[in-house]
């Protein structure tokens, strides 16, 4: 009661300092901020529908950002909040159409070797701060990301071919990059770099303590972005509040400048079922990332709220055995069992015994879609709609055992039980994070299928940082079940994952030369696919991976969730997407309806 | 010694419950594993007289369930099929107490699966799983509490018999068992175990492991009892004829411990089904598809189930007259023995 209590007078007290800053950019014309664009400004005309302006935004966050630096932010929190309101790239990729549009470049070119990127950026533009854009901005922008001593996580995505991308100014306004190969992702490049003000970090960056600038706890007055909110308070433990960033560069149709909606509130709410509790008091007015569950608990007791299941999203859920070259004598039960692991065909069969029907109505309550390859049903633009996918029949899973020798023995209890050439019965572990109940569920489904063929599988939760340490580290397991969300629809963005030298190779991550001629294969495709000049082009390479790893199954792709999310019936423009940020991408364009005490007119 | 008959009672009501789940083959219709995959989160069952038209049948009947067109978690009863429930079937072949091979069911039925209690998420029979899982539960309880107690006795008897440096160092170590973090250790021993340890197998070794880290309480309350009875005079006397250390122990000394221990065994029997269900909650216990008390409540962590699947309460119905028959064992055994100070040693825990 006392915490309401006191949260009522902040809120009063909110409203006041609203009411208060309106007045001074009412009085003050000519140093304010005209809410209609002036010619000298070239800002980005939104479609969509009109909005209202005011009101205040509140989100549940599973975990505080760990910084507001775009340049270190890795952690998931800490993106959501940089990339989806307070930052904005030169390019960006729209989340509904999954296509580049003009963000603060109005327009670019690509000269016919591909490999120079002439950018035009917008003018009259400024940092939330009031301070202007200017092509110094971006080219310090990308010498920060580019440079060794930061470690920026996205700095790998600026190295084409070998060399880091250089950037010149041509004038004020022009800007061009430099490649040393052509790259098959184009424009799409420069989606996630978010522009820096030079004028802010340029100091701490000189003094080499950029990277430790922007933490969580920056004053308002030290932070600006480009994006449509700006820094405005942070309560730890609590809530990170953002306010409208009077200059930002788009508007609605007719001109109005946007966002609509002055705050947004991101509550600090670690479990998700402690979002669904505030979602469902009213507390918050969006959620995002529910499970089947939860959302249809949610949609039984639909009060004032609309739920949607926007389909498919990027996340893929599989089911990989350990291919490692592991030693003989630190290993031996893992590497003994590896011999079936190794033989595609008992692959095959486990495939094929596997019911993804099931997995998807008992996990996901039919809300997801079954999976025989990485690419989900979400990213329309790549998935290749010829990849067999056969229907789960224990039949078949028997034949392909038998083809690769194995047999059937009656075991003690008159059950049958599998064994290989040698009379050895087939048992195995899969390992899975004790934390995702959905991956438990998966193996225990898995387990029973398999039990249908004879084989023991045993299902081990472990805790995340020791599974991802014996995956990657020791090798020290038989079986794992993970999943990935990609970031991106575009297929670099899993590139660490196919790539044979790659960290994310969860089945042998990291190897010095591809083991097999598959993965061999796959390497070329995917280094190809990088440099090809055309969409149809790398479609058609990476259609081939798709169908390699279908043949080969070293993951055996299982089901894909949808993104499932849910808003208060008053929030206008609500478009959830398939690609992160689910709900926040067009934060700007949100609005509250008929909501004339929240509304600042 | 005055005998009471007030825990005998206690004592034949607890032997009908075990017997029930030790032989929960015979009282429940299903394996506890096989999964049902059209019928996941299904409620409770209900048993009719009346069919849908009106028509009474002296043989009790279910309707089979089947999701509504267009749900994915609503079920409706297909009203043109009466299923007759039926008595002593014969069905899925089990081994009574483990060793007799049967397959005779208390009751079942032909045509359709029946859920008494409902289902789980996977569709598996939530009152099978309840029975078969106090199996694993209440071993799990058992062994544990008879490990400590041993331990308990064993070292609370050497300390309080043979006193002076022995008895100091000891009670020290005690002290030191009941302020270690057995959690963590625990968690450790856990990832520490290599993956190939058959689930059960580990379960039980860190069953074993609480049994034995437990020992420290019982210790002392025996040690106690051994420091009084140590002095009595028949003991001296015994003594004073030249009767060997091991024979004092056995003959004099150890028989008037029994009430502690028997008490204390009443007691920590619940405790270690508890422990049990921590750490089923916690995903150190036994593994699916094995059924357990803790890991059938482990469900009820989702929020989702909480409030939608009131069935899935079932089990903690179930552990509740098991306890109240423990503790009532307790406490008769107390009042028998008049051992008033045991109840403040015991609070503790």
Same mark, same amino acid.
């Given at each position: 009661?006392?915490?309401? +209590? ?30 209609? #664009? ?36 890795? @952690? ?12 904005? @790239? ?99 490049? !420069? ?93 918050? @007015? ?23 299941? +926007? ?29 079936? !692991? ?16 099931? %997995? ?82 998966? +193996? ?158 | ?24 083959? !015979? ?108 199996? %694993? ?17 064993? %070292? ?39 993956? #190939? ?8 070794? %860190? ?21 009084? #009875? ?6 001296? +006397? ?112």
């Amino acid at each position: 009661m006392v915490r309401m +209590a006191r949260f009522s007078i902040f809120e009063r007290l909110l409203a006041c300092g609203l009411l208060l800053a309106s007045a001074a950019v009412l009085s003050k014309p000519a140093t304010g901020i005209p809410r209609q #664009a002036s010619p000298s400004e070239e800002l980005l005309n939104l479609p969509g529908e009109l909005g209202n302006r005011g009101g205040r935004l509140v989100v549940s966050l599973r975990a505080e950002p760990k910084t507001l630096n775009p340049l270190t932010a890795a @952690d998931g929190p800490s993106r959501e909040v940089i990339l989806g309101a307070m930052q904005a @790239d030169l390019v960006h990729i729209n989340r509904a159409t999954q296509l580049t549009e003009p963000a603060l470049a109005k327009s670019w070119k690509i000269s016919p070797d591909g490999l120079q990127y002439t950018l035009t950026l917008r003018r009259g533009i400024r940092f939330s701060d009031g301070q202007p854009l200017d092509a110094d901005d971006v080219l310090f922008t990308f010498r920060v990301y580019l440079d060794e001593n930061l470690h920026a996580p996205q700095r790998d995505l600026l190295i084409v071919g070998g060399k880091p991308i250089t950037v010149r100014k041509v004038d004020a306004w022009t800007v061009v990059f430099q490649l040393a190969k052509t790259y098959g992702v184009g424009e799409r490049l !420069f989606d996630g770099f978010a522009i820096l003000p030079r004028h802010l970090l340029e100091k701490p960056y000189a003094e080499g303590k950029l990277g430790q600038t922007w933490a969580i706890s920056t004053q308002a007055n030290q932070w600006a972005g480009l994006g449509p909110f700006r820094l405005k308070e942070y309560v730890p433990g609590q809530r990170l509040v953002l306010e409208r960033n009077p200059f930002y560069w788009k508007t609605d149709t007719k001109g109005g400048r946007l966002p609509y909606l002055d705050e947004i509130v991101f509550l600090f709410v670690p479990s998700a079922d402690a979002q669904v509790l505030k979602f469902q008091s009213g507390e918050t @007015d969006i959620i995002s990332r529910l499970g089947a569950e939860n959302f249809s608990v949610l949609s039984k007791q639909q009060r004032g709220y609309t739920m949607i299941d +926007a389909g498919p999203g990027l996340e893929y859920n599989f089911l990989f055995f350990n291919l490692n070259e592991l030693g003989e004598k630190t290993l031996a039960p893992m590497a003994r069992n590896e011999k079936w !692991f190794r033989d595609v065909k008992f692959r095959q069969a486990v495939s094929a015994a596997i019911d993804r029907s099931a %997995i998807v109505r008992l996990v996901y309550q039919s809300r997801g879609a079954e999976l025989w390859g990485p690419v989900t049903p979400g990213n329309r633009r790549w998935v290749n709609a010829s990849i067999p996918r056969p229907s789960h029949s224990l039949e078949r899973a028997r034949s392909l055992l038998k083809e690769a020798g194995f047999s059937w023995a009656n075991g003690p209890n008159g059950e049958s039980l599998l064994q290989d050439s040698d009379g050895k019965p087939v048992e195995f572990s899969i390992i899975t994070s004790s934390s995702n109940a959905d991956r438990t569920k998966m +193996a225990t489904l898995i387990q029973d299928d398999l039990k249908q063929l004879g084989i023991h599988v045993q299902v081990v939760p472990l805790e995340f940082r020791s599974l991802l340490d014996r995956v990657t580290q020791t090798k020290e397991y038989d079986a794992c079940i993970l999943a990935i969300a990609s970031f991106d629809a575009d297929p670099n963005s899993d590139i660490n994952v196919w790539l044979s030298s790659g960290g994310m190779h969860f089945w042998n991550p990291s190897q010095t030369r591809p083991v097999t001629a598959w993965e061999t294969e796959i390497d070329s495709l995917m280094e190809r696919q990088l440099t090809a000049p055309s969409y149809e082009q790398r479609k058609q390479l990476y259609d081939r991976v798709q169908e390699i790893l279908a043949e080969e199954q070293p993951m055996i792709f299982l089901a894909s969730p949808d993104i499932l999310v849910g808003a208060k019936n008053s929030i206008g423009n609500f478009h959830p997407a398939v690609l992160e940020p689910y709900v926040l991408w067009n934060v700007e364009q949100l609005y509250f309806m008929n909501n004339p005490e929240k509304s600042g007119r | 010694m005055i005998q009471r008959r007030g825990w005998k009672r206690w004592l034949i009501a607890l032997a009908v419950l075990h017997g029930i789940v030790a032989s929960a083959g !015979f009282f429940t219709p299903y394996d506890p594993t096989e999964q049902d995959r059209e019928r996941p989160y299904l409620p409770p069952m209900k048993i009719h007289l009346v069919d849908a038209q009106g028509h009474f049948h002296l043989r009790p009947f279910f309707y089979a369930e089947h999701l509504r067109a267009g749900s994915f978690d609503q079920f409706e009863e297909s009203t043109d099929q009466p299923v007759p429930l039926r008595f002593f079937v014969s069905g899925v072949r089990y081994r009574l107490f483990g060793l007799l091979p049967s397959g005779i069911h208390l009751f079942g039925a032909q045509a359709s699966r029946f859920y008494l209690l409902g289902s789980d998420a996977y569709g598996r029979d939530q009152f099978s799983r309840i029975l078969y899982g106090g199996q %694993i539960s209440l071993l799990a309880g058992l062994f544990g509490a008879g490990l400590t107690l041993f331990f308990g006795t064993l %070292i609370g008897a050497t300390a309080g018999y043979y006193g002076g440096w022995r008895d100091g160092l000891l009670m020290r170590v005690a002290e030191l068992f009941v302020a270690l973090p057995w959690l963590y250790l625990l968690f450790a021993l856990r990832a520490f175990l290599p993956l #190939a340890v058959s689930p059960v197998q580990a379960f039980f070794l %860190i069953i074993s492991v609480i049994g034995a880290v437990g020992w420290a309480r019982p210790a002392r309350l025996v040690r106690g009892v051994v420091l009084s #009875a140590k002095e009595r005079d028949f003991v001296r +006397a015994a003594r004073g004829f030249g009767a060997t250390d091991w024979y004092l122990l056995r003959r004099h000394i150890l028989p008037e411990t029994s009430s502690v221990v028997l008490t204390q065994a009443a007691i920590l029997v619940p405790q270690f089904v508890l422990a049990e269900m921590t750490l089923s909650f916690l995903g150190l216990g036994v593994p699916e598809p094995l059924p357990s008390w803790g890991s059938l409540l482990a469900s009820l962590q989702q929020y989702s189930v909480l409030v939608s699947s009131w069935w899935m309460y079932a089990p903690a119905l179930a552990i509740v007259p098991f306890f109240l028959g423990y503790l009532g064992l307790a406490s008769a055994l107390q009042q028998d023995t008049g051992a008033g100070k045991i109840v403040n040693m015991t609070d503790e825990t």
